[in-house]
């Protein structure tokens, strides 16, 4: 199996009347690549991952996977494994059989069902589950049915996985545990993969790119550093790592905080009321008798201690000055921005 490239460009899609569900979209995915579909809900993620997989069309624009344009071509001659979130697998088959559907049905090109089988268990072992062929799926915890199903999805070697929220319906642990190991799945196998999900944490752990959706539109398409780092407007800002919001005016070069709340800072950004969004690590506090903040809560961590502040503007998320002394709980505190993005307000 391997992995081709993805060409979707400006691609539209209206349902009704209302706003449109794809407003304009382009996206380059590379051979090989993981890339996650990131977004609130209703934003777009569902559709553009059905239009590439062909059970659904645009309305304009146009996709390309592994260089051929895919208008005109069923969904079953794109060579795409799908996995969703509530993947039924056929519930009157076990394992084995359902995993060996693809290949079954084929009317061109089945293997013989010596292969077939052959290829059933290479992958039941792939996804860690060798023993449990002859179980029924409602015989199956939910995560060891998600990995039946991603099995099935890879059976009839596709060259394009797409990821519909695949773990949403897991709980938090095993949502950790098996996106970990997909991503693992993924590189050993080396086909190109692109995750729907909602859940930053998810998103950000396991893809090489995400791309921020947000109304039908891609609000920004970058590694996730990139994003963390640069986040190309207040909407990726705010969605992305935890962010402290306060509002400042930003004057030759220096962002003044709202209230004298913090010492000025200095930014690069245009002049006037803007929005700074200051990750907790890059809010300093310590104590001071006549700070305008009181710590309230405390979660030890070793170096780096996170702090929650509050002040007449609401509560902050802070870490401690690493030159002073821990403030204690109760105690009056100031804060110190070393770090901002800032977008105009
Ligand atoms: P997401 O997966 O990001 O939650 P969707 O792609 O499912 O978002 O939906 C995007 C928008 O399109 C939403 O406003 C949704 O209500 C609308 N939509 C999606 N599918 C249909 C449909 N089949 N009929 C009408 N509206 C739809
Ligand atoms: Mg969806």
Known sequence: MSGTGVEIRDVARRFG??????????????????VALLGPSGSGKTTLLRILGGLDHADAGSVAIGGRDMAGVPARERGIGFV?????????????????????????????????????RRLLSLVQ?????????????????QRVALARALAIEPSLLLLDEPFGALDAQVRKDLRLWLRGLQEEVGITTILVTHDQDEAMEVADRVAVMRAGRIAQFGTPDALLENPADAFVAGFLGEANRLLCTVRAGVAHFEGD????????????????????????????????????????AGPGTRLVVTGPRGSFDA?????????????PCALEAQAARIFPA
Request: positive net charge; without cysteine.
């Open 17 to 34: 009347p209302g706003a449109a569900a794809l407003d304009g979209v382009s996206l380059s995915v590379r051979p090989g690549e993981f």
């Open 84 to 120: 969703f979130q509530s993947y039924a697998l056929f519930r009157h088959m076990d394992v084995f059989s359902n995993v060996a559907f693809g290949l079954r049905v084929r009317r061109r090109n089945r293997p013989p069902a010596a292969e077939i089988a052959e290829r059933v």
């Open 129 to 145: 589950i060798p023993e449990m062929e002859r179980r029924y799926p409602d015989q199956l915890s939910g995560g060891q049915r």
């Open 261 to 300: 709340a913090l010492p000025p800072l200095p930014v690069q950004a245009p002049e006037g009321r803007a929005l700074a969004f200051i990750r907790p690590h890059e809010l300093l506090a310590r104590a001071a008798p006549d700070g305008p903040f009181t710590l309230r809560a405390l979660r030890p």
């Open 319 to 331: 870490v401690a000055a690493p030159d002073a002394p821990l403030p204690r709980r109760g105690e």
